[in-house]
C-alpha cells in the first residue's frame, strides 16, 4: 500500500493530469470570471437599432459585459489589470445570430464542425437550429459551449407535424434507428396525442422550442402552441401550416413564423392542403404594390409580437435553381419574398435574419452575410436595420434577449470586430477581423478553412 507521503504525491499528479486533459479537451473554454478585458477606440454599434458611438469602451470579466463606456470616461482604476485591446478605425457589434439553420439532416458531426468553426470565426456566436436529428444537434451545443470545438452556441426546436408530413424523406434522415414520426425530437401528431406528454418529450432532449411544420389543421397548431408555452418553451412555426392558414397560425400566437412567401397563401383560394402540395403563389394579387389582406396579417403580427422569419436567402437560391438548366419555378421568387418582408418591416413587424441553407464549403464567409445583403436590397432596410435583424432581433427569435444580442451590462460577452464600416456598406460586414465569445477571442487570421476531407461533396 501507498504511504500518506506517496498518496499525496499520486493525488497531485493526478489533478495536474486532470487539468491538463481538460485544457486539451476545451481549447476554446470561455475565460474564468475575474480576467478582464477592455476593448478601447472602437466605433460601437450596440445592436439595439440606434446609430454608432464613436470613441467607446467595452469592457468584459470573464464571460459577461462589465461596462459599456465612453473611452474618455474609463477610470484608472478599470484599467488596472486588464487586457487592452486597442481598435482605433474599427467597428465593433455584438455576435451575429443566424435565425435559420440546419445542422444535422441527415447527421453527419464531421461537416458540422466543420460549418460551425467557419461561423465563429465570421462572427456568428449563436444559431437557431430549426429542426434536425437532436441527438447530434444536443452533442454539437454541448461541445460548443464547453469550448471544446470553435462554434457558435445553439438554440434548437423539436419538430411536430401532421402524420402524413413522415413520408417526407428528410423526416427519416434524422430518425435513424426510430420510426419516422414517433422520435422525441420529431413527433407525429393527431387528434389522438397527448399533448403534455408530446411537449414534455421534446423538451426532454434539451430543445427550447416546438417547431410546428406542416400537415396539421388550425385546432391542433392552436393546441400545440398553448401545451409548449404552458410548459414554458418557444413556439416557432411555418408561416403556413398546410392546412392551417397564415391568419390561422397568427391567431395561435407562436413567437416566430418562417418564409416570407408563406404568408403569400393567404391570398390563395383554396390554398394548399398539405405541404407535399405547395403550389405557387397568387402572383397578380400582389402586382399593385402592398395587398390589405397582407396588411392586416402583418398588423396583427405586430399586435403580437411575432417575430417573421424572412429566409430571403432560400427564396435567391430558389430563383438561381429554377434559372439553370432544367431549372423549375418554385412556389415564390425573391422579388415578391422581398416585397412581402419591406411591407411587413415597414408596418412594424420584427424581422430576423435567417438563412436556412449556407454557401459552398469552398466559400469564405457563411450565408448570414447574404441575407443581410438581401435585406438590405430586396426589403429595404438600411444596414444599421440589417444588423439589428441579427443580433437584438435574433437573440429574441431564440428566446434570449434578456441574455445577448446588445452590447450592455451583464450580457454575455459576444462581440464581433469589423475593419470597415459596415453602416456605409453591408458588404463591409465581410470586413471581420476578431469574433468574442462568451468572453473568448477567435482571430480571423486564426481560422482553418473548410477542407475537402470535411466536407468532400460540397463545391
Given at each position: 500500500m501507498l504511504g500518506a507521503k506517496a498518496m499525496r504525491g499520486a493525488r497531485i499528479i493526478l489533478a495536474v493530469a486532470g487539468a491538463v486533459l481538460l485544457a486539451a479537451a476545451a481549447p476554446f473554454a470561455p475565460p474564468d470570471a475575474g480576467t478582464r478585458t477592455i476593448y478601447r477606440h472602437a466605433t460601437l454599434i450596440d445592436g439595439t437599432g440606434a446609430p454608432p458611438r464613436p470613441d467607446m469602451a467595452v469592457v468584459t470579466d470573464g464571460d459577461r459585459i462589465e461596462a459599456?463606456?465612453?473611452?474618455?470616461a474609463l477610470a484608472p482604476a478599470q484599467l488596472q489589470g486588464a487586457r487592452i485591446v486597442d481598435l482605433t478605425g474599427r467597428w465593433l457589434l455584438p455576435g451575429l445570430i443566424d435565425s435559420h439553420q440546419h445542422m444535422a439532416t441527415p447527421p453527419d458531426p464531421v461537416r458540422a464542425r466543420a460549418w460551425l468553426r467557419r461561423d465563429i470565426y465570421s462572427g456568428i456566436?449563436?444559431?437557431?437550429?430549426?429542426?434536425?436529428?437532436?441527438?447530434?444537434?444536443?452533442?454539437?451545443?454541448?461541445?460548443?459551449?464547453?469550448g471544446e470545438i470553435a462554434g457558435p452556441d445553439l438554440a434548437f426546436a423539436a419538430v411536430m407535424a401532421g402524420p402524413s408530413f413522415f413520408a417526407d424523406p428528410r423526416t427519416h434522415a434524422i430518425s435513424a434507428g426510430w420510426t419516422p414520426g414517433e422520435t422525441p425530437w420529431a413527433q407525429?401528431?393527431?387528434?389522438?396525442?397527448?399533448?403534455?406528454?408530446?411537449?414534455?418529450?421534446?423538451?426532454?432532449?434539451?430543445?427550447?422550442?416546438?417547431?410546428?411544420?406542416?400537415?396539421?389543421?388550425?385546432?391542433?397548431?392552436?393546441?400545440?402552441?398553448?401545451?409548449?408555452?404552458?410548459?414554458?418553451m418557444r413556439v416557432w412555426t411555418h408561416a403556413m401550416v398546410f392546412p392551417a392558414t397564415p391568419a390561422e397560425v397568427i391567431a395561435a400566437g407562436p413567437d416566430t413564423m418562417s418564409h416570407s412567401c408563406y404568408l403569400a397563401y393567404q391570398l390563395s383560394s383554396p390554398p394548399p392542403q398539405s405541404y407535399q402540395d405547395r403550389f405557387p403563389v397568387d402572383y397578380p394579387a400582389f402586382a399593385h404594390g402592398d395587398n390589405p389582406v397582407m396588411t392586416r396579417l402583418f398588423e396583427e403580427m405586430r399586435r403580437r409580437h411575432i417575430i417573421l422569419d424572412a429566409t430571403l436567402n432560400v427564396y435567391a437560391e430558389a430563383d438561381r435553381r429554377a434559372a439553370a438548366p432544367g431549372g423549375r419555378p418554385y412556389h415564390c421568387t425573391l422579388d415578391l419574398a422581398g416585397r412581402l418582408t419591406d411591407q411587413a418591416r415597414r408596418q412594424g413587424v420584427e424581422i430576423s435574419a435567417g438563412t436556412d441553407g449556407d454557401t459552398p464549403a469552398t466559400a469564405a464567409w457563411p450565408a448570414l452575410f447574404d441575407e443581410l445583403e438581401l435585406l438590405v436590397l430586396r426589403a429595404g432596410m438600411t444596414p444599421l436595420q440589417a444588423i439589428h435583424s441579427a443580433t437584438q432581433v435574433g437573440a429574441q427569435a431564440m428566446g434570449e434577449g434578456d441574455r445577448r444580442g446588445t452590447i450592455q451590462p451583464g450580457r454575455i460577452a459576444d462581440l464581433v470586430v469589423l475593419d470597415r464600416d459596415p453602416t456605409a456598406d453591408i458588404a463591409n460586414m465581410r470586413s471581420v477581423v476578431l469574433t468574442v465569445k462568451h468572453g473568448r477571442p477567435f482571430a480571423r487570421s486564426d481560422y482553418v478553412p473548410i477542407t475537402a476531407a470535411e466536407v468532400p461533396d460540397d463545391d
Open positions: 459599456v463606456a465612453a473611452d474618455a456566436t449563436a444559431t437557431r437550429i430549426m429542426a434536425d436529428d437532436l441527438r447530434s444537434i444536443a452533442e454539437l451545443d454541448r461541445e460548443a459551449r464547453t407525429s401528431i393527431d387528434d389522438s396525442t397527448d399533448l403534455r406528454l408530446a411537449v414534455a418529450r421534446a423538451k426532454g432532449t434539451g430543445a427550447t422550442a416546438i417547431k410546428i411544420y406542416a400537415n396539421l389543421p388550425a385546432r391542433l397548431v392552436r393546441a400545440i402552441a398553448a401545451e409548449a408555452h404552458r410548459q414554458g
